[in-house]
C-alpha cells in the first residue's frame, strides 16, 4: 500500500465533509458538461459516502495531477468498487472532489464529495463514490478533481473494458468466429454481429463501397440503453475496398461486476444517412457460462439475493455455486453476509426471517441448509459450514416420530409431511455428517431418515414421489413434482456415501430411471404445468434444475451413460428450443408457448446445463 500523505484524519474529515456532498458544475473547460440534476445515491457492496478508512483496498491506476505544487490522487478499492479524492501539499481552502460519469465522460455528475483543506491543514480527501452500478446495469468512469487557484482533474479511471481481453483488440485475434444473431442488410451492403470464445464482439460490413461505416453498440441492460457503448470502433470502408470490421470489444466487465453485456452491429451506408442494426445479443462462450452470466442480471449485489424469492435465492445460489466458476465467489460472501440477520415478515419472505436463515417454513430454512453446504465444498470456508450446521440443528428438532412414525414436518405449526422437507432433510443429514470429523450423531439420523424414508409411503407403485402424506400417514396421491423426485434422489445418494448402504444407491436409481420415462414428454422434463396453455407459478419454474442437480449427482455416483445421455439431451433442447438471443432460458425446455422467463427459469435451466458439462 502507498504510504499516505498528511491528510484530515477520517474522523476529522467526515466532520468537514458533512454537508460538503453536494452536486453541480465544476469550472472547466471542453465539450462535455456536468449533471446539475441531483442524483440518487449508488449502491453496490456499499452505498455512496463510505469513509476511506474503511475501505478494503487501496490503488493508485492513473496518474497523479499537479495543480500549483498541489497532489491531486484518485484512490480506488477494486474490493469495494469504490473510489476516493485527495489534495495535499495544500492549503486552506483548497478543494477536492470527485466527477462520475455514465456515458464514457460526456457528461458527469459534478462536485461528488466535495471537500476543503481547513486551517492548520495541508490536506483533506472525499468520501468514497462507486465507480460502477451492477445493481442498476450501469458502467461508470470515474476521476478526482481539484481547486488550488486552478482547476484539474485525473484521467478517468477504467475508461476500457478488460476481460479475457480488452477492448479494441485487433479481431485478428479473435478465438474462433460465431454470429449469434441474423445479419442485416442495407441498400445491398451485408452487416454481420461476430463473437468469439472469449466473449469480444465485433462488426463487419460486406459487399459495401468506399465510405460506408460499420460499428458496435454495447449495452449493459440487455439493449434498454446504451449510454457509454455507442458507436464503439467506428471505422469506414477504405478506398478501392468493399468490407471493413471494427476492432473487438469485451462484452463482460469482471472489474465492474457487469456480466452479459449486449452488443449488435450497425452500420450506414455512404450514398445516405440512412442505417441499420442487428438485433442485440449476448456472446456465449460456453452454454453453462452464458446462462450464469443471464442468471447475475438478476441479482442484487446490495441486498445479496435474487428479490424477490427467499426459498429460490437459495436453490439459485447453489446452482451459481455448482457452476463452479471462481468470478462469483464474491457472490456467495455478499448472500451470506447480507442475509444472516433477522428481516420481518415480507422482507425476505412472507414470514419473518429470525436470524441464521430460518423461518417457521422447515423447507426454506433447508434450502439455505444446502446451498451453504454447497458454499463450503466451493470455497473450503468453514463459516458455512457452521452455518449449514445451525440449520441443520433447527430442522432436526421438527422430526417427529409421533407421526407416521418419523419424517420433518412442512411448518413449525406441523400441519403436513411432505416430500421436499423429507428430502432436503435426508440430504443435508447426510451431508453435515460427511463434512464433520468423528461425527456419529448425524450417521445415525441419516440412516433413520432414509430407512423412514423409503418406507414413509411416498414413493408411489410407479416410483415416483408424490407430494405428501395425508393426516392418516398414506401417499396423498398429489402431483409427481420433479424436485420431489430429485431431491429424494439426492438424499439417497448423498446417504449412500455417508452409510455405504448399497440398497440406497439401487433405490435412487430406480426413482431415475422411473422419472426418465414418467416425468418427460418426447423425452424431455416436463411439469404437469407445462402442458397446454398452463404456466407454472413461481415455485414450480424452478423444479427441473434441481431434479438435473441431482440426476448428475447419481451420475457421477454411477458413472451410468443412460443418466449423462439424458442430461446431455436437456441441455441441448434447452439451447436449441428455449433461450433467446441474450441468453435467457425460459419454463418450457422444450419450447412452445406460453413460455414464462424469469431468474427461476434461468436458475433452473443454468442447472440442467451444468449437469450436462
Request: contains cysteine; neutral net charge; hydrophobic residues 40%.
Amino acid at each position: 500500500m502507498r504510504v499516505q500523505r498528511r491528510i484530515l484524519p477520517a474522523r476529522t474529515a467526515a466532520a468537514v465533509i458533512a454537508g460538503l456532498v453536494l452536486l453541480g458544475v465544476a469550472p472547466r473547460t471542453g465539450v462535455a458538461s456536468a449533471d446539475t440534476a441531483p442524483q440518487a445515491a449508488v449502491c453496490f457492496l456499499s452505498c455512496d459516502t463510505l469513509d476511506p478508512s474503511k475501505a478494503g483496498q487501496e490503488t493508485f491506476p492513473v496518474p497523479e495531477k499537479n495543480i500549483n505544487g498541489r497532489k491531486l490522487v484518485l484512490h480506488v478499492s477494486g474490493a469495494d468498487g469504490m473510489a476516493w479524492g485527495s489534495i495535499d501539499n495544500g492549503t486552506t481552502g483548497d478543494a477536492v472532489w470527485l466527477d462520475r460519469s455514465w456515458d464514457g465522460g460526456n457528461t458527469w455528475e459534478g462536485l461528488l464529495g466535495k471537500a476543503s483543506i481547513p486551517s492548520t491543514w495541508t490536506g483533506t480527501r472525499t468520501l468514497m463514490y462507486n465507480i460502477s452500478d451492477p445493481r442498476n446495469h450501469r458502467r461508470g468512469l470515474i476521476r478526482a478533481c481539484g481547486d488550488a487557484n486552478a482547476v484539474a482533474c485525473t484521467d478517468w479511471v477504467y475508461p476500457t473494458v478488460c476481460d479475457v481481453r480488452c477492448d479494441r483488440t485487433d479481431a485478428g485475434q479473435a478465438n474462433g468466429d460465431t454470429e449469434p444473431v441474423p445479419a442485416t442488410t442495407l441498400s445491398g451492403r451485408v452487416i454481420r454481429l461476430h463473437v468469439d470464445q472469449n466473449g469480444m464482439a465485433w462488426a463487419g460490413i460486406e459487399a459495401g463501397a468506399a465510405g460506408d461505416e460499420v460499428w458496435l453498440d454495447r449495452s449493459w441492460d440487455g439493449g434498454a440503453t446504451w449510454p457509454d457503448g455507442s458507436s464503439l470502433g467506428r471505422v469506414s470502408v477504405p478506398g478501392g475496398a468493399t468490407a471493413t470490421r471494427t476492432t473487438m470489444f469485451a462484452t463482460r466487465d469482471p472489474r465492474g461486476r457487469l456480466y452479459g453485456g449486449a452488443v449488435r452491429a450497425c452500420g450506414r451506408a455512404v450514398t445516405g444517412q440512412n442505417g441499420s442494426c442487428t438485433a442485440w445479443a449476448r456472446p456465449a462462450p460456453s452454454r453453462a457460462s452464458a446462462a450464469a452470466d443471464a442468471l447475475m442480471y438478476s441479482y442484487d449485489p446490495y441486498t445479496g439475493w435474487w428479490p424477490s424469492s427467499w426459498w429460490n435465492s437459495a436453490a439459485t445460489l447453489t446452482a451459481l455455486i455448482d457452476h463452479g466458476d471462481r468470478q462469483y465467489d464474491w457472490v456467495i460472501a455478499r448472500t451470506f453476509d447480507q442475509n444472516k440477520g433477522v428481516f420481518p415478515a415480507g422482507q425476505r419472505s412472507s414470514d419473518p426471517v429470525e436470524g441464521n436463515f430460518i423461518s417457521r417454513a422447515i423447507d426454506d430454512s433447508a434450502w439455505w441448509g444446502l446451498a451453504w453446504v454447497a458454499a463450503y465444498d466451493h470455497t473450503g470456508d468453514q463459516r458455512y459450514l457452521t452455518m449449514a450446521t445451525t440449520i441443520a440443528d433447527y430442522v432436526q428438532q421438527y422430526w417427529d416420530p409421533s407421526t407416521c412414525g418419523g419424517g420433518v414436518w412442512w411448518d413449525r405449526e406441523r400441519t403436513y409431511k411432505n416430500a421436499v422437507t423429507s428430502g432436503l432433510y435426508l440430504r443435508l443429514a447426510a451431508s453435515i455428517h460427511r463434512r464433520t470429523p468423528g461425527d456419529t450423531v448425524w450417521l445415525q439420523r441419516t440412516r433413520t431418515a432414509a430407512t423412514w424414508y423409503l418406507n414413509s409411503g411416498l414413493i408411489n407403485s410407479a416410483n415416483l414421489v408424490n407430494d405428501g402424506l395425508t393426516q392418516d400417514c398414506h401417499n396423498n396421491g398429489q402431483t409427481v413434482w420433479t424436485y420431489n423426485q430429485g431431491l429424494a434422489i439426492g438424499g439417497l445418494v448423498e446417504a449412500w456415501r455417508a452409510t455405504g448402504d448399497a440398497t440406497l444407491l439401487d433405490a435412487a436409481r430406480r426413482l431415475a430411471d422411473a422419472a426418465i420415462t414418467g416425468l418427460t414428454r418426447d423425452g424431455i422434463l416436463a411439469e404437469s404445468c407445462d402442458v397446454g396453455q398452463s404456466t407454472c407459478d413461481d415455485n414450480q419454474k424452478q423444479f427441473k434444475g434441481i431434479f438435473s442437480r441431482y440426476l448428475a449427482d447419481l451420475a457421477a455416483a454411477t458413472g451410468a451413460p443412460a443418466y449423462r445421455s439424458f442430461a446431455q439431451r436437456q441441455a441441448d433442447s434447452i439451447w436449441a428450443h428455449d433461450r433467446d438471443a441474450l441468453n435467457r432460458l425460459g419454463q418450457r425446455w422444450a419450447g412452445g408457448s406460453p413460455n414464462v422467463f424469469d431468474w427461476r427459469t434461468q436458475a433452473s435451466g443454468l442447472g440442467a446445463l451444468d449437469a450436462a458439462s
